[in-house]
């Protein structure tokens, strides 16, 4: 694919968050996905929420999942955190107080450094008419759940201002399918419902995911979650070769920041999924970022 090679009028970087939505760590560092790594160390890190929209509303407001040190305080620490936004944005001279009053990330790249601010999100709980969506110049709900492909030929770049673009990529959620897999053959677990046309099957209880087992019936069949499991791995490796296409496709000044919004038990437990989990599991998610060229 071509580079979209723009004779950039700003300093500073273009931005994109790319999520994966519900990949915990050891799935991730299992698909040993060779090019993403080109963008740095993979660093095991904890989410500070157990579900997508929590989840995204942190990095929203810019907390980055977090590497969990002792002996520091928490405003201490996402304050020497939040600086890492300088290195990631190419400037100097932002902190964590910058953000105050709105405390919103995307409105201040919009309002304060004249950002072209973008999401594109998979997860119909993070469709456009959610709060979520402040301070976006555009905000996009994918058509489908499960094609981070159809989101890096949707980048636009422009000339005159730095991008963020949000990408919540959805290849790794429940049913952890690759996007040319019909949906007629994607695992079913009874009593889970992983992905919804409509916004009130998501709201009303799609990730509820704990089902009570009955005296006849075998909550968890451990063969089947191991082949989830590895329907996630898979969906991690496939995603480095559209991680490939990305890094094709943005101009120089860009860094990337790929991870995941939380976890995933696969029968560890006694838990499937994620949301009402207490789990390592569920908040250990993968973090890496760098420019690549
Ligand atoms: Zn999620």
């Given at each position: ?6 004779k950039?009028?700003?300093s ?21 996905p ?5 963008l ?11 579900w997508t ?6 990095f929203?407001?810019?907390?980055m ?11 201490e620490?996402?304050k ?8 990631r ?9 910058s953000?105050?009053?709105?405390l919103?990330?995307?409105s201040f ?7 072209q601010?973008?999401?594109?999100v998979?997860l ?5 008419r959610t709060?979520l ?11 489908k759940?499960n094609?981070?492909?159809?989101m890096v ?9 730095p991008?963020?673009?949000l990408m ?13 897999e019909p949906?007629?053959?994607?695992p ?16 009303v209880?799609g990730?509820?995911?704990v ?9 968890f069949?451990?063969n089947?979650?191991?082949e989830l499991?590895q ?11 559209v991680?490939?296409?990305?890094f094709?496709?943005?101009?120089k000044n860009t ?5 995941a919004?939380h976890?995933?038990?696969?029968g560890e437990?006694?838990?499937f999924?994620?949301g009402?989990?207490?789990h ?8 890496v ?5």
């Amino acid at each position: 694919m071509p580079s979209i090679q723009t004779k950039k009028r700003f300093s500073g970087n273009n931005y994109i968050l790319v999520i994966f939505d519900s990949c915990r760590y050891d799935s991730f560092v299992a698909a040993k996905p060779k090019t993403i790594k080109k963008l740095g160390k993979v660093e095991a890190r904890w989410s500070y929420a157990s579900w997508t929209s929590p989840s995204h509303y942190n990095f929203m407001i810019g907390l980055m999942p977090h590497s969990s040190p002792k002996n520091v305080y928490a405003s201490e620490y996402y304050k020497k955190d939040f600086l890492k936004f300088n290195e990631r944005l190419g400037v100097d001279n932002i902190e964590f107080k910058s953000l105050v009053p709105k405390l919103y990330l995307p409105s201040f790249l919009k309002e304060n450094l004249g950002y072209q601010t973008n999401a594109m999100v998979s997860l119909p709980v993070l469709n456009p008419r959610t709060v979520l969506n402040s301070g976006f110049d555009s905000y996009k709900l994918m058509d489908k759940h499960n094609d981070m492909r159809a989101m890096v030929k949707g980048l636009q770049f422009n000339q005159e201002k730095p991008s963020f673009y949000l990408m919540n990529v959805g290849e790794t959620h429940y049913p952890y399918a690759l996007p040319d897999e019909p949906p007629d053959q994607w695992p079913r677990i009874s009593g889970v419902h992983g992905v919804f046309k409509h916004l009130d099957d998501e709201v009303v209880g799609g990730k509820l995911l704990v089902k009570k087992k009955s005296k006849d019936e075998k909550f968890f069949d451990n063969n089947r979650l191991e082949e989830l499991r590895q329907r996630q791995i898979k969906a991690v490796k496939y995603l480095d070769r559209v991680v490939e296409e990305l890094f094709d496709t943005v101009p120089k000044n860009t860094f990337i920041t790929i991870t995941a919004d939380h976890g995933e038990l696969f029968g560890e437990d006694g838990y499937f999924g994620h949301g009402p989990v207490q789990h390592e599991k569920v908040f250990q998610v993968p973090f890496v970022e760098g420019k690549i060229r």
